[in-house]
């Protein structure tokens, strides 16, 4: 039935008011597709515009680490802590829920395992595939002054044209190697060539001094890797001290999945993140899955 010709007059046109569009206001987007912004807006909490990432994809290069064995029994009780998982598509579909997933970072790249050369990685996940498991985003290594560096960057800008026809974005790891070092001059450089080269995303390590050099040099968020475990207080420190310094969140795997008290370690790192909560608290919440309480059981 046509609407009658008095509900359509009258103020509900509100002439008077301009027409608003608000893009996702996370670092770098404003010029992205709606797809695009729609999935960083997945990844990256829109009340804070921050991420908790648990990255649980070592397997793809190597094998079951500790911890992850049983991803079923040591991961998924984690999923709904999480804000993104980061995770390859074997496990995806073999052991992820897809009623219970966060949003899913696809490791799209690979090859070499621990036994060669990792720089010598491929594309190892099509788009089109990234697509059907829904994926928020792609992640793929990028070995600045790597022995095949040309190549991992001819892997993440392909991978950035074939995001941009499916709307999915692209997050580049940056990956230090062995010889290479974590100090600032070091990531501004590799976190710089990723955002220039079309990445929406840069992960890569926290270094002592100057952090804050790094992340306002890159145009797009930058999230902090968790890198090798650390006694539970350090690991939370850093990630306090990498919020305050410009990262847009961090992305923790072993620091988490190979804590004693796992649930409680990932619910630390989001007050951390998300609530700004200090170090010290953020602990207390890790001891005791309540603020203030670790401290107290401490002292007895």
Known sequence: ??????????????????PRAEPYPLKGCGGLDWGMQSRLARVF???????????????????????LERVDLSIVPLLPYADALMVTRGIVRSTIP??????IVLRASGGPSILGELSDEQIAVSMEDAARINAAAVAVQVFIGGEHETQSVHNMTRLVDQGQRYGIPVLAVTAVGRELTRDAR?????TRICAELGAHVVK??????????????CPVPVVMA??????ERE????????ITEGAAGVDMGRNIFQSEHPAAMIQAVSAIVHQQAKPQAA?????????????QEEQR
């Open 1 to 18: 039935m046509p609407d009658i010709d008095s509900l359509t007059a009258g103020d509900r046109f509100a002439p008077a008011v301009p």
């Open 45 to 67: 909490r829109p009340a804070t515009g921050r991420t908790v990432m648990l990255a649980i994809d070592h397997g793809y290069f190597q094998g079951p680490t500790t911890g």
């Open 98 to 103: 897809p009623a219970a997933s966060p949003p």
């Open 186 to 190: 070091y990531l501004r450089l590799a």
């Open 204 to 217: 890569t390590y926290y270094c002592a001094e100057d952090f804050d050099t790094v992340t306002a040099g």
């Open 226 to 231: 968790g890198g090798t475990k650390l006694p």
């Open 235 to 242: 690991a939370l420190a850093m990630a306090y001290r990498a």
């Open 283 to 295: 602990y207390d919440h890790h001891l005791t899955g309540r603020p203030g309480q670790g401290q």
